[in-house]
């Protein structure tokens, strides 16, 4: 649903209609192209291991040690590959069975579903009113797996200790795995995120997913990774040898070269874009806009209530009379017709707000 939205957009901007872009699931930063000719010629225009280059992945399993508290063997438990989305569909791929349910809270990320039926999986949507403690009701003897979506997206919610250690309890109970996509983790600044992949030190039930696309500002790179326990990622790491071989090696040279210096320049910008996340939330709750509660990520689910429109409706008068972009809540499950998603990641903080008043006018006219 968010690619479709987008490529209408460039389709308008083709035709030179200036469009206000609040619908792309990445966040622009201001990164400087640090030197390429100090990376090692010409092994980086060969096949880097399946697993991803080694010192890549130290580099990782030192930084979620340091950051997160996780300890993973760089030789057996992470696998870097072609972005986070190829991770946890080469996952779902390993331990879903056609006809096995898999279960995720919308609203959920739009690729969940898509990727549990191309492995003729069954999923579930539970719907976002419920709680943590209410997706037991919708566990049968064939669900497989839970997706646990912390931070998630689109709601900037971040999962406290005590629903992770709740949902890690049912997992076990019911022999389930809990696919944890953690792409957004450097969004929360205040100290409030945990792993699950710390609560599960074995790995024993856990997948966890990452991304230095999303983390880095470089989503056009597709560097992201699957950490989790040696058995499975033994399975996860024959199909990426046969869709992916490898990700792109020159790029594992410049992310392990110049990690540290990555970092240094984005984490500001991500605390700068994380205030003004919050100046806008403030500016939807005196204009009367209402959303899901969260703070992290630069998403905003917006309620459309009341008006008569459903989303799709909606967010296409959006674009074709306003020239704002903004992806339809329903794309994200069946329980989410009544929202969209609003991103806050590329746009200026005064375009960002002329955005979201600009949404509240629509919403009244359409009443």
Known sequence: MSIKYNTMVYDLQRRGQEVLVMSLGE???DIPLLPMDVLPYPALNHYSHSRGLYELREKLCDYHRQEYGVRIDPDREIIITAGSKAAIHMTLMSIVNPGDEVLYQEPAWVSYAEQIKL????????????SIRELESYITA????IIVNNPHNPRGYVYTDSELKELLALAERFDLWLICDEAYSDFVIDGSFVSLAKLDPDKKRVAVFNSMSKNYGISGWRIGYVIGGAGLLDNVLKVN???ITCPATILEYYLARYFTDLIEITKPQIRDLLCK?????????ELGLRYLPGAATFYFFVSIEPSRLNSEEFCTKLLKEEHISVVPGVGYGLSCDRFVRVSVGTATLEDNMRGVRTLKKVIERTA
């Open 277 to 285: 996340r919050a100046r806008i939330a403030r500016y939807m709750d």
């Open 142 to 145: 064939k669900t497989r797996a």
């Open 241 to 243: 040898q046969h869709l």
């Open 27 to 29: 966040a622009f930063f």
């Open 119 to 130: 492995c003729y999986g069954v999923p579930v949507g539970i719907p976002y009113c419920k």
